[in-house]
């Protein structure tokens, strides 16, 4: 595990802080979250893009498949 120092303004930090216990965690393990969200939300981006790369070209061949019974 690496650890990582963070400048936040005092104000930003109490916020976070308050956020952290309402939901019964540390600020840590909530900045912890809030990586994760963000890494599985640029995953996501990355797959969307890879497939509207790789369907590029290809409208009426979908439509075709989207008008099968």
Same mark, same amino acid.
């Given at each position: #595990?690496?650890?990582?120092?963070?400048?936040?303004? +005092?104000?930003?930090? !109490?916020? @976070?802080?308050?956020?952290?216990?309402? %939901? /019964?965690?540390?600020?840590?393990?909530?900045?912890?979250? #809030?990586?994760?969200?963000?890494?599985?939300?640029? +995953?996501?981006?990355? !797959?969307? @893009?890879?497939?509207?790369?790789?369907? %590029? /070209?290809?409208?009426?061949?979908?439509?075709?498949?989207?008008?099968?019974?």
């Amino acid at each position: #595990m690496t650890a990582m120092t963070v400048r936040l303004p +005092d104000d930003k930090y !109490r916020r @976070l802080k308050e956020v952290a216990h309402q %939901r /019964g965690t540390s600020v840590n393990r909530l900045i912890d979250e #809030m990586a994760t969200l963000m890494l599985a939300e640029l +995953d996501a981006e990355t !797959r969307f @893009l890879i497939r509207a790369e790789r369907g %590029r /070209g290809n409208l009426a061949r979908g439509l075709e498949l989207l008008e099968k019974d």
